[in-house]
């Protein structure tokens, strides 16, 4: 009986190791599902669930209580950043690294602002160039050919051109007095002086890098920046630019590629005044847009966007944002005795229905003047805006007893670690004695041994 039990057991073993499809897999599998369901799903199915888990993604922003909830969006990172007091309306993953595609060209773009004339010459080079492929956005420039930085920032922002991008860089490096490699330093520089921590940019074009990345936060940070450049709107906002022919080159006409710019476009947006467009395989849609209704003006940055989504998206973040978030002067209902005089007008931008005694407010005093100090304001954690302020007498002795207060603390602190520090070199020193004394205790009592040994053997001679 025994061994027909084994031999049942072996049986059965057998079974389940090769056909797990009926028993094993069937019960991981679930009620009502079939192992191997994915394979069947067609491809707009699966193009649809891929689509559904991205705009399911956490929105952040939506996470603070009482901040007004802002639409999914099929890009992975997507942000709305108010321009005058840089406050975050809408924030998804907007801190992640994605690869930018051409939207790089604004921070190029800043860049050659910042550093050249629009006269300056933009002389292509051989390497300017060569590193074009098949499908890459170009204009056509050849080796040789000269043209303006003014003509050649109108073939990179409105045509994308990436030999654009290249010989502004190059160009605009070399005019002072430095080299391509100059260039890409100031892009990764400027972008860290903006605030931007989590960007890497290693070509001014956004060809496809692994090195090369950013993220929406940064992104906006630079489209904010360009705010102070009416050039670069004058610029993007054009619908048909022409490089007339010269001795230099022949003729190049290019047009505008940002369809919410595009008046008649079914993805036209009346209060888009500026952006731009990118796309790789990798880095798939990217868009930075800015907009202004008359009363406030927005950078709005949606990252790998997912199917042809990059314009509604675009167009539900920023309505989403102008219809729910207002401005109110920071001098408005400001009674906090630690001010005395709030000396610019600027304003803060909170949620319909926030008035300023609702935000959270940190005085960060000046170092250098001795009674101002910028007044940092924010809502439920989110910053909403910062004005300069004279403050008060009662809050400068407040200033002062903590900063009397802190450095008394760190004295202590200092003096506790000195005096732990003495106690330790104390304590090596006796033990060094304590050793010291041991081994002199050792010496002499080796020393009576040995003496009492040559005595014992002295005497046993003598009795002999």
Known sequence: MRRRRWIWIAVLTAILWFCPGNFAFAAEAGEGEQPGADAELTEEERLQQ???AVY????????TEGWPQGPGTYGEAAIVMEVESGSILYAKNI?????????????????????GKFEDPVVFSHDSLAFLEPGDAYIGMKEGNQITLEQALYATLLASANEGAYGVAESVGKNKGHDYAWFLEQMNKRCRELGGENSNFANPHGLHDENHYTCARDMALIGRE????????EIVRTLQYTIPASETTEEHVFQQKHKMLKEGNANYYEYAIGGKTGYTSEAMSTLVTMADNGNMQLVCVVLKTHGVNVYPDTRNLLEY???????IPSSAGEESEDVAE??????????????????????????????????????????AGSVRAVLSQSCLEKVRAEEEKAAKDKKTEKKGKDGKEDFLENKDIVKKCILGAALVMLVTALSVIVKLLLDGKRKKKRKR
């Open 50 to 52: 891929e689509l559904d």
């Open 56 to 63: 399911a993604m956490p929105v952040q922003s939506n996470e």
């Open 95 to 115: 801190d992640d690294h994605h690869f930018p595609a051409s939207i790089t060209k604004l921070l190029t773009a800043l860049v050659a602002f910042e550093n």
């Open 226 to 233: 360009l705010f102070k450049h009416p050039e670069f709107f």
């Open 321 to 327: 944002a102008f219809a729910n978030f207002s401005k």
């Open 342 to 383: 709030i000396l610019e007008e600027k304003n803060i931008v909170v949620p319909n229905g926030v008035g300023i005694q609702d935000l959270d407010m940190e005085i960060v005093p000046d170092e250098e003047t001795a009674d101002e100090g910028t007044l940092v304001y924010s809502y439920k954690g989110n910053p």
